[in-house]
């Protein structure tokens, strides 16, 4: 698996050179009377390294952001400027999984690149989804993901 928390130096150096894509999952994460939404949050990143595993040797999985109830004009500055960071690191795509609380996230035209690409998908978290909705998200992440492959030649 290509995520920052398990890859080491030498096996990026061997990879690097075929890794294109990055995928960037954001979550909400909003705590209440020390009720914590681990189902969806967890829904998201197993979404994430799914469609990373089915995708293995041309994508990288970055940690998670998760808002834990930030002002919303904050966060958004905090996404925008991981973008615009992102966009100088020498990736061509990068993939921005979230939650319906974020889906914003891909509105934002500032962040246009001719030479940096950026999708967002939107990733229901519902504690009532179940694995066939699970695998529905995987796959339509997937399959924009190579469209979007495919597109940028």
């Given at each position: 698996?290509m995520?920052?928390?398990?890859?080491?130096?030498?096996?990026?150096?061997?990879?690097?050179?075929?890794?294109?894509?990055?995928i960037?999952p954001?979550?909400?994460?909003?705590?209440?009377?020390?009720q914590?939404?681990?189902?969806?949050l967890?829904?998201?990143?197993?979404?994430?390294e799914?469609?990373?595993?089915?995708?293995?040797?041309?994508?990288?999985?970055?940690p998670?952001?998760?808002?834990?109830?930030?002002?919303?004009?904050?966060?958004?500055?905090?996404?925008?400027?991981?973008?615009?960071?992102?966009?100088?690191?020498?990736?061509?795509?990068?993939?921005?999984?979230t939650?319906?609380?974020?889906?914003?996230?891909?509105?934002?035209?500032?962040?246009?690149?001719?030479?940096?690409?950026?999708?967002?998908?939107?990733v229901?978290?519902?504690?009532?989804?179940?694995?066939?909705?699970?695998?529905?998200?995987?796959?339509?992440?997937?399959?924009?993901?190579?469209?979007?492959?495919?597109?940028?030649?």
């Amino acid at each position: 698996m290509m995520k920052l928390c398990t890859v080491d130096d030498q096996e990026w150096q061997q990879v690097a050179p075929f890794v294109d894509t990055l995928i960037l999952p954001v979550a909400s994460c909003l705590m209440e009377q020390k009720q914590v939404p681990f189902q969806s949050l967890h829904r998201l990143e197993r979404v994430a390294e799914r469609v990373e595993q089915g995708l293995q040797g041309r994508v990288f999985l970055l940690p998670t952001i998760v808002d834990y109830g930030m002002a919303a004009e904050l966060f958004r500055a905090v996404i925008h400027n991981t973008v615009q960071s992102l966009q100088k690191s020498g990736f061509a795509h990068l993939v921005v999984l979230t939650d319906e609380k974020h889906t914003h996230l891909g509105d934002d035209e500032s962040l246009d690149s001719p030479v940096f690409s950026m999708i967002t998908k939107v990733v229901s978290c519902e504690p009532t989804d179940d694995m066939w909705e699970l695998e529905k998200h995987v796959r339509e992440a997937t399959e924009s993901i190579v469209q979007n492959w495919q597109n940028s030649y």
